[in-house]
């Protein structure tokens, strides 16, 4: 099993549609949890952290779930802009300041 | 502007080639990572440094070195022994207090082919 797992999509929504991506992780024992955004061919960007008590960044909300071991990014009135590939990251306790990567979900927002 | 500069871009190699990939950042970063992404997979850790001279291996270390004689640097080199070096490299950094909460920033990365 993957310590990271998401499901890769592609998901094909039409623009201004609500969309979640769920995320699951292996280790009870994580300590610090993420989404970036990745755009085809180019480097991953922090789109958020992701805070015990759920947080909000404008139309994207990021919840974690520790007893179920899962973290979810929800996303609001979608853009066209938002089409790119959204990756989970999850900072094990004991790992030291390393970071293991989920393989991303694909978002494609259309007309 | 702060920021994380990987070059070049693009970088071809011949068989029983070594090459380096560069990586500066002026982002007052203690740590610095080496991943590589292949298609339809996730990025695997290659090396990370948490202090100037010093690093460890990550998950995929074999065929590759590092070097870590300045901060702000954190040269790659792909050795002859990586028999499959054809991937997307990407070089990130970090604060990289232990414990803190802080993710990791990337640079734009570095395509590397063989020729």
């Known amino acids: 099993r993957k310590e990271v797992e998401q499901d890769p999509g592609p998901f094909n929504v039409p623009e201004g549609a609500t969309v979640a991506f769920n995320c699951t992780y292996s280790n009870s024992a994580s300590q610090s949890f993420f989404w970036y955004r990745q755009d085809c061919r180019k480097e991953p960007k922090l789109l958020m952290s992701v805070y015990s008590s759920g947080n909000e960044d404008g139309r994207f909300t990021a919840q974690l779930n520790r007893a179920s071991q899962y973290i979810s990014l929800l996303i609001r009135d979608s853009k066209l802009s938002d089409s790119a590939t959204y990756l989970c990251?999850?900072?094990?306790?004991?790992?030291?300041?390393?970071?293991?990567f989920g393989t991303g979900t694909q978002l494609k927002v259309e007309l | 502007d702060g920021g994380i500069t990987q070059s070049p871009k693009y970088l071809f190699r011949k068989e029983g080639q070594n090459v380096t990939l560069s990586c500066e950042q002026n982002l007052n970063h203690d740590a610095m990572y080496w991943y590589r992404q292949d298609p339809g997979q996730g990025l695997r850790l290659i090396y990370y440094?948490?202090?100037?001279?010093?690093?460890q291996k990550g998950d995929i270390a074999e065929g590759y070195s590092v070097s870590r004689e300045k901060k702000e640097s954190f040269p790659l080199t792909v050795t002859s022994a990586q028999k499959n070096p054809t991937a997307f490299y990407l070089c990130?950094?970090?604060?990289?207090?232990?414990?803190?909460?802080?993710?990791?920033?990337f640079g734009d990365g570095t395509r590397l082919s063989i020729l």
């Open positions: 990251v999850v900072r094990f306790t004991g790992g030291g300041n390393k970071l293991t």
């Open positions: 990130a950094s970090s604060i990289g207090n232990r414990g803190s909460n802080q993710p990791q920033h």
């Open positions: 440094s948490q202090i100037v001279n010093d690093f």
